[in-house]
């Protein structure tokens, strides 16, 4: 369970979170959405205890991201647009690694043949990080959160550099672990894949949360009907100032 309170982030002058509440439940995928400079990234990144929020309370299965992280880490995995991996570990060696820091490391090697196969890791097992394409690079982030069999997950822009095959898979696994009860939080421009994927959207702009819902209570509100997550994005973006009400 991820639930976020009144968060804010002032960097310097830009207020770029701005009491933002929202909560992500066991088994549910939910959209972060917005136009660019919204506060998505921002955001993921203070409830995954990387930025301190300015204000707010982020609680990740009940621990505090800021004043009980070791505990609220335990549970959460985090996707970053930009995988920071190391790059003189093989693939092999950083997925043990992960798995060791997460004490799995039974689950990983029993798993790890199926695991590797799935993101087409397999010949690239022994293959130093440094090695490997955007792409790959941006699997192998997504297997280190899957290794680590976290109930919490944030993942920032995780379809970008990723091909068809890859993507498709990495929806699978994002709706396998939503099933399994994981509480999963994506941020993403793709407006059709987030239709698709996601149970929930939350829509920010200029930090301030917009709407929140899913595509039906989008649409009734909107009195749209019928409407793709796309219209409903681009009408409630242009039109409309931003407010903290759902
Ligand atoms: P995008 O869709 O373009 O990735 P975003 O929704 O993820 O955007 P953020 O990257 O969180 O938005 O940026 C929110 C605001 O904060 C923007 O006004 C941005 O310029 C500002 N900002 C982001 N990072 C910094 C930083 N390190 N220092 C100062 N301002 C920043």
Redesign the pocket.
């Known amino acids: 369970m991820l639930e976020v309170r009144q968060l804010v982030k002032d960097?310097?002058k830009?207020r770029?979170v701005d009491e933002v509440s929202f909560v992500v439940a066991p088994g549910e995928i939910v959209g972060l959405l917005?136009p660019?400079?919204?506060?998505?990234?921002?955001a993921l990144r203070c409830i995954a205890g990387i930025l301190k929020p300015t204000a707010g309370q982020v609680l990740i299965n009940g621990f505090d991201i800021v004043e009980d992280q070791a505990r609220a880490k335990a549970g959460l995995a985090f996707v970053p647009e930009v995988p920071g991996l190391y790059d003189l570990l093989t693939v092999d060696e950083h997925l043990r690694f992960v798995a060791m820091c997460f004490d799995k490391l039974d689950v990983y090697d029993a798993e790890k043949e199926t695991l590797l196969e799935r993101y087409n890791l397999l010949e690239k097992r022994n293959e130093l990080v440094a090695t490997l394409s955007k792409g790959m690079k941006q699997k192998l982030a997504v297997a280190c959160a899957l290794v680590h069999d976290a109930n919490v997950m944030l993942l920032d822009e995780p379809m970008i550099g990723i091909d068809p095959a890859g993507a498709h898979e990495l929806k699978m696994e994002l709706a396998r672990a939503r099933d399994a009860g994981a509480a999963v939080l994506v941020s993403t421009?793709l407006l059709d894949t987030a239709e698709k994927l996601c149970d929930r959207v939350i829509i920010l702009a200029r930090g301030k949360k917009l709407t929140e819902g899913t595509l039906a209570e989008l649409r009734d509100r909107s009195q749209m009907t019928d409407a793709s997550l796309e219209d409903l994005f681009l009408s409630l973006t242009q039109d409309r100032e931003p407010t903290n009400d759902p």
Do not use: I, Q, W
């Not at 660019?36 to 921002?42: F, V, Y």
């Open positions: 960097y310097r830009t770029a917005g660019n400079g919204a506060g998505k990234t921002t421009h």
